[in-house]
Protein backbone atom coordinates (compact mmCIF):
# COMPACT_ATOMS: atom_id res chain seq x y z
CA UNK A 1 0.00 0.00 0.00
CA UNK A 2 3.13 2.55 0.08
CA UNK A 3 1.76 4.49 3.43
CA UNK A 4 5.63 4.80 4.12
CA UNK A 5 5.68 7.57 2.20
CA UNK A 6 3.31 10.60 2.38
CA UNK A 7 3.41 13.65 -0.51
CA UNK A 8 1.39 16.09 1.78
CA UNK A 9 2.87 17.77 5.14
CA UNK A 10 -0.56 19.32 6.55
CA UNK A 11 -1.79 17.14 9.12
CA UNK A 12 -5.41 16.85 8.10
CA UNK A 13 -4.21 16.44 4.18
CA UNK A 14 -1.90 13.45 5.65
CA UNK A 15 -5.63 12.05 7.16
CA UNK A 16 -6.82 12.30 3.94
CA UNK A 17 -4.67 10.78 1.88
CA UNK A 18 -4.57 7.80 4.16
CA UNK A 19 -7.85 7.44 4.07
CA UNK A 20 -8.01 7.68 -0.11
CA UNK A 21 -5.57 5.05 -0.14
CA UNK A 22 -7.12 3.34 2.28
CA UNK A 23 -10.65 3.20 0.31
CA UNK A 24 -8.94 2.40 -2.82
CA UNK A 25 -7.07 -0.87 -1.38
CA UNK A 26 -10.47 -2.13 -0.02
CA UNK A 27 -12.09 -1.60 -3.62
CA UNK A 28 -9.34 -3.36 -5.60
CA UNK A 29 -9.81 -6.12 -2.53
CA UNK A 30 -13.57 -5.83 -3.63
CA UNK A 31 -13.28 -6.55 -6.57
CA UNK A 32 -11.16 -9.32 -6.58
CA UNK A 33 -13.31 -11.09 -3.93
CA UNK A 34 -16.12 -10.41 -6.41
CA UNK A 35 -13.70 -12.08 -9.11
CA UNK A 36 -13.14 -15.12 -7.06
CA UNK A 37 -16.89 -16.26 -6.98
CA UNK A 38 -16.86 -16.24 -10.77
CA UNK A 39 -13.55 -18.33 -10.55
CA UNK A 40 -15.33 -21.44 -8.86
CA UNK A 41 -18.28 -21.07 -10.67
CA UNK A 42 -16.75 -20.60 -14.36
CA UNK A 43 -14.76 -23.58 -13.23
CA UNK A 44 -17.69 -25.68 -12.33
CA UNK A 45 -19.63 -24.79 -15.54
CA UNK A 46 -16.54 -25.46 -17.62
CA UNK A 47 -16.36 -28.72 -16.40
CA UNK A 48 -20.12 -29.32 -17.29
CA UNK A 49 -19.56 -28.57 -20.89
CA UNK A 50 -20.33 -25.81 -23.51
CA UNK A 51 -20.14 -21.96 -21.51
CA UNK A 52 -20.88 -18.52 -22.68
CA UNK A 53 -19.15 -15.94 -21.16
CA UNK A 54 -20.21 -12.15 -21.20
CA UNK A 55 -18.39 -9.92 -20.38
CA UNK A 56 -18.97 -6.55 -19.07
CA UNK A 57 -18.53 -4.56 -22.26
CA UNK A 58 -21.31 -6.71 -23.66
CA UNK A 59 -18.86 -9.09 -25.58
CA UNK A 60 -19.57 -12.58 -25.50
CA UNK A 61 -17.62 -15.83 -25.38
CA UNK A 62 -18.15 -19.15 -26.13
CA UNK A 63 -15.98 -21.74 -24.29
CA UNK A 64 -16.51 -25.33 -25.66
CA UNK A 65 -14.79 -27.39 -23.21
CA UNK A 66 -12.01 -27.31 -19.89
CA UNK A 67 -9.20 -28.52 -22.85
CA UNK A 68 -9.68 -24.52 -24.22
CA UNK A 69 -9.62 -22.84 -21.23
CA UNK A 70 -6.97 -22.26 -18.41
CA UNK A 71 -8.30 -20.63 -15.46
CA UNK A 72 -6.28 -18.60 -12.90
CA UNK A 73 -6.89 -16.81 -9.91
CA UNK A 74 -7.60 -13.54 -12.01
CA UNK A 75 -7.81 -14.36 -15.36
CA UNK A 76 -9.41 -16.99 -17.85
CA UNK A 77 -7.10 -17.92 -20.92
CA UNK A 78 -9.15 -19.14 -23.76
CA UNK A 79 -8.01 -19.65 -26.97
CA UNK A 80 -11.21 -19.01 -29.41
CA UNK A 81 -11.95 -19.62 -33.17
CA UNK A 82 -11.15 -16.67 -34.98
CA UNK A 83 -12.72 -15.62 -38.53
CA UNK A 84 -10.11 -17.09 -40.40
CA UNK A 85 -10.81 -20.60 -37.98
CA UNK A 86 -7.46 -20.81 -35.86
CA UNK A 87 -7.62 -20.56 -32.26
CA UNK A 88 -6.15 -17.76 -31.30
CA UNK A 89 -5.48 -17.27 -27.48
CA UNK A 90 -7.49 -14.40 -25.50
CA UNK A 91 -7.46 -13.40 -22.10
CA UNK A 92 -10.47 -12.70 -20.05
CA UNK A 93 -10.08 -10.79 -16.54
CA UNK A 94 -12.67 -12.42 -14.15
CA UNK A 95 -13.62 -9.51 -12.50
CA UNK A 96 -15.17 -8.10 -16.02
CA UNK A 97 -16.95 -11.24 -16.35
CA UNK A 98 -20.79 -10.07 -15.55
CA UNK A 99 -22.69 -13.64 -16.45
CA UNK A 100 -21.65 -17.26 -17.28
CA UNK A 101 -24.18 -19.35 -19.26
CA UNK A 102 -23.89 -22.87 -19.59
CA UNK A 103 -25.60 -23.69 -22.83
CA UNK A 104 -26.96 -26.95 -24.73
CA UNK A 105 -24.10 -28.67 -27.07
CA UNK A 106 -24.98 -28.40 -30.52
Known sequence: ????FVRCMLPEKVRRERWTTLLTYNLIRTEYRIGAIHLTLLVKAIKRGLVRVTMNDGSKYDIPSFEFCSVGNIAAYVLLKGDDGKLRPRHLALVCMVQIEEMAEA
Do not use: A, G, P
Not at 1 to 4: A, E, I, K, Q, S
Open 1 to 4: MNLN
